[in-house]
């Protein structure tokens, strides 16, 4: 495939070059840690934060002085006073929803998430169980339909 008109695409071409460009000057200029830009002035120095340390002591005694003073515990007795106040106050048990409160069994989960399988399971137990009544009937008289019928129910209870 070959392209006839090479002049407009080399001009567009060239427009996003330039476009490009100016994006370029453009971040350059608000950038001020560039340090290719030859016309840095001390005024476009922008200069980096002190740190400030925390729970670390600086090794550095140049550093000790950004080290801040260690934070003193907050006086809490007021706000323990209220709390207790406020639980003064008399507890309704009827809004109280007990089984909330009991602990859980520790298989909970498990059971939960193998239930839908077991419901699967039982459909098909159920389902294998009449096929082989079926198998039997058709093998069998018909004169005993009754006794296998009993029988294959109390082996279905027998066995849950």
């Known amino acids: 495939m070959v392209i006839m008109d090479t002049g407009e695409s080399v001009g567009t071409l060239e427009e996003q070059a330039l476009k490009r460009k100016e994006r370029l000057k453009n971040l350059k200029r608000k950038n001020p840690n560039n340090e290719s830009s030859s016309n840095d002035s001390p005024a476009d120095f922008v200069p980096l934060p002190k740190p400030k340390f925390r729970s670390y002591k600086p090794q550095d005694d140049s550093l000790l002085e950004a080290k801040l003073e260690d934070a003193e515990p907050a006086a809490v007795e007021?706000?323990?006073?209220?709390?207790?106040?406020?639980g003064k106050e008399k507890i309704v048990l009827q809004d109280l929803d007990i089984s909330s409160l009991a602990p859980r069994k520790p298989d909970w989960d498990l059971k939960r998430d193998v239930a839908k399988k077991l419901e699967k399971l039982e459909r098909?137990?159920?389902?294998?169980i009449a096929e082989l009544i079926w198998e039997r009937l058709k093998q069998g008289n018909e004169d005993n339909l009754g006794a296998m019928v009993t029988m294959s129910e109390t082996r279905a209870t027998d066995e849950d």
């Open 78 to 86: 007021a706000e323990v006073k209220d709390l207790l106040e406020a």
């Open 124 to 128: 098909r137990t159920q389902k294998a």
